[in-house]
């Protein structure tokens, strides 16, 4: 089964968030938490670390799946946790990124259903 696991990246109330290059075929040009698809055999989890490292340059460890969506029946686990290391963006992937205050993000062209998972941040008071 094909699924997409994402970090949800906060430091001081402030959100992670990577802009998709304009060649990716689904929600092109927008801003989503860094993730990406499993590879045969994965959990959400091992697909979860690996595609924030490949992405963005970070160590992740999941601490709780936050929230779920799905685009087009794919289901989208969304994931708090601690993160170490310095950002290196993947300039194949990843065109821009930014740490975000809430009044920040919710005016992004956000992609998929990140808006709710914004709004749920908010409401949980982790971003301000």
Do not use: H
């Amino acid at each position: 089964m094909v699924f997409v696991s994402a970090g949800i990246i906060l430091k001081d109330k402030k959100i992670f968030l990577v802009k998709r290059v304009s060649s990716e075929v689904l929600c092109p040009n927008t801003w989503v938490c860094p993730g990406g698809t499993n590879e045969f055999g994965e959990s959400k989890e091992q697909t979860l670390r690996r595609e924030v490292k490949e992405e963005v340059n970070l160590d992740f460890k999941e601490k709780e799946l936050f929230f779920t969506m799905s685009y087009f029946k794919i289901p989208i686990y969304t994931f708090l946790g601690d993160f170490k290391g310095n950002i290196k963006l993947d300039e194949k992937e990843i065109s821009d990124s930014g740490w975000f205050s809430y009044e920040e993000a919710i005016k992004l062209d956000l992609g998929f259903e990140y808006r709710k998972v914004i709004e749920k941040l908010k409401e949980e008071r982790k971003i301000y």
